[in-house]
């Protein structure tokens, strides 16, 4: 941003910098403690922090100084959110796909398991325990995780997500996009009983 | 110390000889007669090679027994704590041959610290005794108070008399009873399987040792502190599982075959107050041990709530034994409510059962985990590697045992109880094979070899039967089809006993994607083809092969220098910024600064084959043929079979193909040098590793290629 613009907002570049390592130093924090951070989150720390006096078109003015965060601080990065906004995260302190698990999983709970499912089908490859779901950072109930399943089943776009199940009883979830049945069985079994039978 | 070892950190300088049938105790320079072999199983290997003949039987006194550690047990190295233990092993059918048991705790540590690289016993004690080490001081000592007491009122006992710093190896009655698969314990539950026989044998109840001194670092000491900080940086958790088992916020991977299963809402829940694990940041050095719980990994989620804590050895900050607290088992069972162990120790008992009236991992089977251990690790019995309750399952399911045990025996038994996975069979069944009770006690005891021997059962009806997972020699595999093909068949032939190898496993179940397994294999073996996906083979190739020989050799690399196989190599890392690269020169750089030989990792990777064929030349020498492919490194019916009759190298099936295999042993022969119709090392391969005197003797007998 040219200094003009911070001048005509009412800002000193000391200010400028200042803001930008404040709300860095913000993003890192909710970074390490697992979560994303949401513009009103930002909104409202440059707020408390007297940060004020953006003046007009204060939203564009907020955008650009977050934008100048992500280029002045290298460990900032941003995706966007299920509403558009851009949620901030720090790589110094979470990746870049636990990052995307987190923006999915605040939109639709199907689509968060479906496209969690196929990257792992995909990656690594591997099925996915449904218990998965129940955990960090999802925290699905288990009344939540059974009435997704059940939905899902029915539903033509999720109608590669699989089920297989390891003779322990663990429900594994996998996409017929990437593997097969037999397979998905076989990987389902050595991770759920195999590794641990064989130590 | 021994004048020579001032040249150089890392070795305390002597090795300590015991002859019990004479009391004669003296030492040997460890520098001059065995620098060359570095430590651990390279020792044992030596003194077998050099003093025991074959034909030497298992108990028989002129057996040796060799407790041998390396230079850098006692250091500061990351995972130091192992102890090779070398023997004729007893188990081993149809002729004990040379194998290792080993052992982590903290006796390798304490024998640096008194001053000794090894202990060599021989001979036998006219009636059982105790050795006695403090520092210098070293005493053959009365045990006759201690025979026929458990490993645990042992330990305490001398304990007492050495102090509670001590480091106390000792057998049970299952070893003083001659019982073949019986173990040695040292520091509670941290356990050598096969060797406690032959210590009882010798009248050996135990090893007390306790040190004052230190262990020399040669380098610079700022550099060997940097250096041990840089090594931490590289581990992941037990078994060098690098991504979490769960996503974590740091991680850009997960897997749920991790034994990194900290977590934030993972807690350990008997610990007072109870302790979170967390997201475990692999940049936070002092979190590292959180990462692993080897009782959740085994036992379930539900041993979370019984977790007080992890424990482990001397400098390892992975505590892979997990301290479990289980209120319920002492109450029904009369047994400590508080025990420990990890893998194979931790499922002792519950591995017996075939059915729990609560499910696998239910309240009932970490009971019958509890009685287990309890008794196990009291009586001191080996469970080589699960066969013996893979073994005693197929034994009953079939009615074998039925009709093998007499009518009156057999009914002593609560077949009942067995049957809907009650815990209290175990007190029924454990000390009779302890004890030797009767033809079912005493047959289990044997092993698995003679056990079949005895019963009139033919190894191969065991060699085809898929979940016995029985390979050879008396011996199950061990991290073989399942864990990286072709390399974990050629592994599982290499050994006489079941192979304690975890290279190659340690790699293969990192967690990390395939295509990032695959760029690191690149690095390593020259071939992303080096690797494939679990179940999901490709056909042979010569990368394959040099992951197999680099396996080999860094396991006794590792057993020599006393780090833990259970966890090197460090090929591969947690840390995203490495590109989860490790260092494959890791031993190499501890190895150089604490001795101060400076040896490169090419230069210690030809020390370790120098001491891998000195164990392949034991072998040949004492079974006395050099038809090591057809006689030695033999592979079972069930490999080459799938349940489902899946066809070799489709995804979903362990299966391999016989040609493949034989090509692949082929290549294998060929990366060591060997000859390739006979698989027995040539006069030239004998002589690159600088064991040209074996070579000769070798040839003296006709046992060279």
């Given at each position: 941003?040219?200094?003009?613009?911070?001048?005509?907002?009412?800002?000193?570049?000391?200010?400028?910098?200042?803001?930008?390592?404040?709300?860095?130093?913000?993003?890192?924090?909710?970074?390490?403690?697992?979560?994303?951070?949401?513009?009103?989150?930002?909104?409202?720390?440059?707020?408390?922090?007297?940060?004020?006096?953006?003046?007009a078109g204060e939203e564009e003015e907020r955008a650009k100084l977050l934008e100048e965060v992500r280029q002045r601080q290298e460990d900032i990065r941003s995706l966007p959110g299920p509403d558009g906004?851009?949620?901030?995260?720090?790589?110094?302190?979470?990746?870049?796909?636990?990052?995307?698990?987190?923006?999915?999983?605040?939109?639709?709970?199907?689509?968060?398991?479906?496209?969690?499912?196929?990257?792992?089908?995909?990656?690594?490859?591997?099925?996915?325990?449904?218990?998965?779901?129940?955990?960090?950072?999802?925290?699905?109930?288990?009344?939540?995780?059974?009435?997704?399943?059940?939905?899902?089943?029915?539903?033509?776009?999720?109608?590669?997500?699989?089920?297989?199940?390891?003779?322990?009883?663990?429900?594994?979830?996998?996409?017929?996009?990437?593997?097969?049945?037999?397979?998905?069985?076989?990987?389902?079994?050595?991770?759920?009983?195999?590794?641990?039978?064989?130590? | 110390m021994a004048k020579t070892a001032t040249r150089y950190g890392g070795w305390a300088g002597k090795v300590l000889r015991v002859n019990l049938s004479t009391g004669k105790i003296w030492t040997e320079d460890t520098i001059e007669k065995y620098k060359d072999f570095l430590g651990g199983t390279g020792i044992g290997y030596k003194v077998m090679w050099d003093e025991v003949p074959p034909g030497t039987g298992p108990f028989d006194p002129a057996n040796k027994i060799i407790f041998g550690v390396g230079p850098l047990a006692g250091t500061g190295a990351p995972c130091n704590g192992?102890?090779?233990?070398?023997?004729l092993w007893p188990t081993c059918w149809p002729k004990p041959l040379v194998a290792t048991g080993h052992m982590g705790g903290?006796?390798?540590?304490?024998?640096?610290?008194?001053?000794?690289?090894?202990?060599?016993?021989?001979?036998?004690?006219?009636?059982?005794?105790?050795?006695?080490?403090?520092?210098?001081?070293?005493?053959?000592?009365?045990?006759?108070?201690?025979?026929?007491?458990?490993i645990r009122r042992t330990t305490v006992e001398i304990c007492q008399e050495l102090g509670p710093e001590a480091a106390v190896a000792a057998i049970g009655q299952a070893g003083e009873n001659l019982v073949p698969m019986s173990v040695v314990i040292n520091s509670i539950s941290h356990s050598a399987g096969g060797v406690g026989a032959v210590m009882g044998s010798k009248n050996l109840k135990a090893i007390g040792v306790r040190g004052t001194g230190s262990v020399r670092i040669a380098g610079n000491k700022e550099e060997w502190e940097k250096l041990i900080k840089y090594h931490l940086s590289l581990l992941g958790a037990n078994n060098q599982h690098v991504v979490p088992a769960t996503p974590q916020p740091w991680a850009e991977y997960s897997s749920p075959g991790s034994r990194w299963v900290?977590?934030?809402?993972?807690?350990?829940?008997?610990?007072?107050?109870?302790?979170?694990?967390?997201?475990?940041?692999?940049?936070?050095?002092?979190?590292?041990?959180?990462?692993?719980?080897?009782?959740?990994?085994?036992?379930?989620?539900?041993?979370?709530?019984?977790?007080?804590?992890?424990?482990?050895?001397?400098?390892?900050?992975?505590?892979?034994?997990?301290?479990?607290?289980?209120?319920?088992?002492?109450?029904?069972?009369?047994?400590?409510?508080?025990?420990?162990?990890?893998?194979?120790?931790?499922?002792?008992?519950?591995?017996?059962?075939?059915n729990f009236p609560d499910g696998p991992r239910g309240q009932t089977a970490i009971e019958a985990c509890m009685v287990g251990m309890y008794l196990a690790d009291d009586l001191g019995l080996w469970c080589n590697y699960g066969q013996l309750q893979r073994d005693f399952q197929k034994l009953y399911y079939e009615g074998i045992i039925k009709s093998k045990v007499g009518g009156d025996e057999y009914k002593r038994y609560s077949w009942d109880k067995y049957e809907k996975g009650d815990p209290t069979f175990l007190f029924e069944l454990l000390p009779s094979i302890a004890y030797k009770k009767g033809e079912l006690g005493t047959a289990?005891?044997?092993?698995?070899?003679?056990?079949?021997?005895?019963?009139?059962?033919?190894?191969?009806?065991?060699k085809r039967d898929h979940n016995l997972t029985y390979w050879k020699m008396g011996h199950p595999k061990h991290h073989s089809v399942e864990d990286a093909g072709q390399c974990g068949v050629i592994i599982n032939t290499q050994y006489n006993r079941d192979v304690q190898v975890h290279s190659h496993t340690n790699f293969i179940r990192n967690g990390l994607p395939l295509e990032v397994q695959k760029r690191l294999a690149a690095e390593l073996w020259g071939s992303p083809d080096a690797v494939d996906a679990p179940g999901n083979y490709t056909p042979m190739n010569v990368y394959k092969a040099r992951m197999a020989k680099w396996t080999l050799l860094r396991k006794e690399l590792h057993d020599s220098l006393s780090l833990c196989n259970w966890m090197g190599p460090w090929v591969a890392s947690p840390l995203k910024e490495r590109g989860y690269r490790g260092d494959d020169s890791i031993e190499s750089l501890l190895y150089s600064l604490a001795t101060g030989d400076r040896?490169?990792?090419?230069?210690?990777?030809?020390?370790?084959?120098?001491?891998?064929?000195?164990?392949r030349a034991l072998t040949i020498r004492d079974m006395g043929t050099k038809e090591m492919r057809t006689q030695h490194d033999t592979i079972p019916e069930w490999v080459f079979e799938d349940p489902s009759g899946k066809a070799p190298f489709t995804p979903g099936t362990n299966r391999m193909d016989r040609d493949d295999i034989r090509k692949a042993m082929d290549m294998y022969y060929e990366e060591m040098g060997w000859d390739k119709t006979t698989g027995a090392p040539t006069a030239e391969a004998y002589r690159r590793v600088g064991l040209g005197r074996v070579a000769e003797e070798l040839g003296k007998k006709g046992l060279l290629p």
């Open positions: 941003m040219a200094v003009k613009e911070w001048e005509e907002a009412g800002w000193t570049d000391s200010e400028r910098e200042e803001a930008c390592r404040a709300l860095a130093a913000l993003i890192r924090e909710q970074s390490q403690a697992g979560r994303l951070c949401h513009p009103e989150e930002l909104r409202a720390y440059l707020a408390e922090k007297g940060f004020t006096g953006l003046g906004e851009l949620r901030y995260y720090s790589l110094q302190y979470m990746s870049e796909s636990y990052a995307r698990l987190l923006v999915r999983r605040e939109g639709d709970p199907l689509l968060l398991i479906a496209e969690t499912v196929r990257e792992s089908s995909a990656l690594y490859p591997r099925p996915v325990p449904a218990s998965f779901f129940t955990g960090p950072p999802f925290e699905l109930t288990e009344e939540e995780l059974h009435a997704c399943l059940e939905s899902m089943a029915s539903r033509e776009e999720y109608g590669d997500i699989a089920r297989t199940t390891s003779s322990a009883g663990t429900v594994f979830l996998y996409s017929t996009r990437h593997l097969d049945h037999g397979y998905a069985s076989f990987l389902a079994e050595w991770l759920d009983v195999g590794q641990a039978a064989n130590p | 192992r102890t090779a233990i070398t023997t903290h006796f390798a540590a304490e024998l640096k610290y008194a001053g000794y690289d090894a202990i060599v016993i021989e001979g036998k004690a006219d009636h059982p005794v105790w050795l006695s080490i403090v520092d210098d001081r070293v005493e053959i000592k009365d045990a006759r108070y201690l025979w026929g007491q458990g900290a977590s934030r809402g993972k807690a350990w829940g008997a610990a007072d107050p109870p302790l979170e694990t967390g997201t475990c940041d692999p940049h936070d050095l002092n979190r590292i041990a959180y990462r692993t719980n080897n009782a959740a990994f085994y036992l379930g989620d539900l041993a979370w709530q019984y977790t007080v804590r992890g424990n482990g050895c001397t400098g390892c900050p992975i505590r892979c034994h997990t301290i479990i607290r289980v209120p319920s088992a002492a109450a029904k069972y009369g047994i400590p409510e508080v025990l420990q162990n990890t893998c194979a120790g931790l499922m002792f008992g519950r591995s017996f059962f075939k289990l005891g044997l092993g698995t070899g003679y056990l079949l021997e005895r019963w009139g059962i033919p190894e191969e009806e065991w040896k490169t990792r090419e230069e210690l990777d030809q020390v370790a084959e120098r001491i891998f064929l000195l164990h």
